[in-house]
């Protein structure tokens, strides 16, 4: 039984971070690795802060886990130290509780009922308490490979296999299907592999889990573009005709440009992703980045998770200086501010890790004009202090300058990190004849399938760039609605449906 007063006498104690020094002499996850034994001491304590509620909002609901983690039973679990128990619960929703557990904004906490009031003390540390059992999982191999006790003789493609793809592949898998997932790049794992900087996951994480899907079955293609014409392509043609069903998995990779900021063209302005990527390769030993922040003065426009990325990513590269741009004022320190602009914590403009290593943040402004020199490169952004207001009128977002003061900075590297628009303009698209929904994602009815019969999808594709844990459930239940069409009926959970 729950203790209801734990959290009377227990603090909420967050997973500690390595010093700032010894974090920016690697690319290794920030967080410190504690001896097993004050590790596991530790987060017992946390997790008997749970007070088991009636009605957990952790759990589910608008605010809570889309997953529906059963975060309740595993915090008692682990207060009574049953980690195998706690494992078993935990991944009885949830594939991947490690990707989750690092990359997740954890709305879950959100939702907790200790975060109402100022007294409790703060949320229960749902997100520390689930990596760890996860860790432990690991370690202590209560992760095994889970084979489907029959074979259903239909084949499945999933084209992309970043977390919603991995998803479905797996619950597909044991549920009997053959599944083969299809990867344009070289290597697994789509947005986790590439987008991701190392010091968040590290990719021995992610190539653990793969192991363990390959051992059950899920098979692999890489370096392998469906509806593609280089060489290794799959023609979308064939991707039919083989497979009893396809899953469309490729996320919504289209970064948000900003075509109309005069400057845009200098040598030196650039999307997020054309930072991200090659540094993650060249994590993964691929060699040198043609994007390195070393010695640079980097401007980073874009308040969100993968603004913070290219900041740390910056900061570890050796950028002279690292300023981080957003219209937004400075946010205010508690959710029930009314101050704030932003619509439902945790996706409140955050500190992030990035943000202790260096650098600056500068809030309510916007760049003006990228500033070049005769050669059409880029050495300078100009700025204006503005004010963002929706318009009562239109309903639509505006941004106002302030006043006619400009602030000039330099800038040898611009990272625009404004967001994405939906799925890039994929071959495969036009070939399977998909229709797209205004927000530039693939519109699908409530059974996930597309406008084009057998062939469904998940992910961010479907609901645009998300958290990992809606890529997770969109992806479990998709494989639901997969299993359904192949077999009649399907007993696989769906925790969420489409938008
Ligand atoms: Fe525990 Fe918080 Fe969930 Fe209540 S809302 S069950 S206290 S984690």
């Not at 044991?174 to 070289?186: L, M, Q, S």
């Not at 916007?366 to 070049?372: E, L, P, T």
């Not at 009562?392 to 977002?397: A, C, D, L, N």
């Amino acid at each position: 039984m729950a203790d209801p007063n734990g959290f009377l006498s227990q603090p909420r104690v967050d997973a500690a971070k390595r010093a700032v020094d010894e974090r920016l002499g690697d690319w290794r996850e920030v967080y410190r690795h504690l001896d097993p034994d004050d590790r596991d001491r530790q987060v017992r304590a946390q997790a008997t802060r749970c007070m088991d509620c009636g009605i957990p909002f952790c759990h589910s609901g608008s605010a809570g886990c889309p997953l529906g983690n059963l975060i309740p039973e595993w915090n008692d679990l682990v207060r009574g130290g049953h980690w195998p128990m706690a494992s078993e619960r935990l991944h009885a929703t949830n594939n991947f509780p490690e990707f989750t557990g690092r990359l997740c904004p954890a709305p879950c906490e959100a939702a907790c009922v200790l975060a109402i009031s100022p007294d409790s003390g703060g949320a229960v540390t749902i997100k520390r308490v689930e990596n760890t059992i996860a860790d432990v999982s690991w370690e202590r191999g209560y992760v095994r490979p889970v084979t489907p006790a029959v074979s259903t003789g239909r084949t499945v493609a999933i084209v992309g296999s970043g977390p919603a793809g991995l998803a479905a592949a797996q619950q597909l898998t044991r549920a009997g299907h053959e599944v083969t997932v299809f990867e344009r790049d070289d290597r697994l794992g789509g947005l986790l592999r590439y987008g991701i900087p190392e010091f968040k996951l590290e990719k021995k994480v992610l190539d653990r889990r793969l192991a363990q899907l390959r051992a059950e079955g899920t098979r692999f293609v890489t370096g392998c573009e469906v509806g593609g014409a280089g060489p290794g392509a799959m023609p979308v043609e064939r991707l039919r005709a083989e497979f009893d069903a396809v899953v469309l998995a490729v996320g919504a990779l289209r970064g948000r440009d900003a075509p109309n900021i005069p400057g845009r063209d200098l040598a030196g302005v650039h999307l997020a992703m054309d930072h991200l990527v090659p540094a993650n390769r060249q994590c993964e030993g691929d060699g040198p980045t043609p994007v390195d922040a070393h010695g640079k003065h980097v401007i980073i426009i874009g308040g969100g998770d993968t603004g913070a990325d290219c900041y740390g990513t910056a900061i570890r590269q050796g950028a002279a200086s690292v300023v981080q741009l957003d219209q937004y004022p400075q946010p205010p320190n508690t959710r029930d501010d009314d101050r704030s602009p932003w619509p439902v914590w945790p996706w409140i403009l955050r500190t992030y890790a990035a943000h202790e290593e260096g650098g600056e943040r500068r809030f309510a402004v916007a760049v003006d004009r990228f500033v070049g020199d005769a050669d059409g490169t880029l050495t300078a952004v100009q700025l204006r202090e503005v004010r963002v207001h929706k318009n009562p009128t239109t309903g639509v977002r505006e941004v106002v300058p302030l006043n006619d003061e400009v602030h000039v900075l330099p800038a040898d590297l611009v990272l625009l990190a404004i967001g994405f628009e939906g799925v890039e303009h994929l071959p495969l698209l036009d070939a399977l004849n998909l229709k797209l929904t205004p927000r530039g994602t693939l519109a699908c009815g409530r059974d996930w399938q597309t406008t084009t019969p057998g062939t469904f999808v998940c992910g961010d594709a479907h609901r645009g760039a998300s958290l990992v844990v809606w890529a997770i459930a969109e992806g479990r239940s998709t494989a639901h609605a997969v299993d359904a069409y192949l077999t009649g009926a399907s007993d696989l959970p769906a925790p969420v449906h489409p938008n």
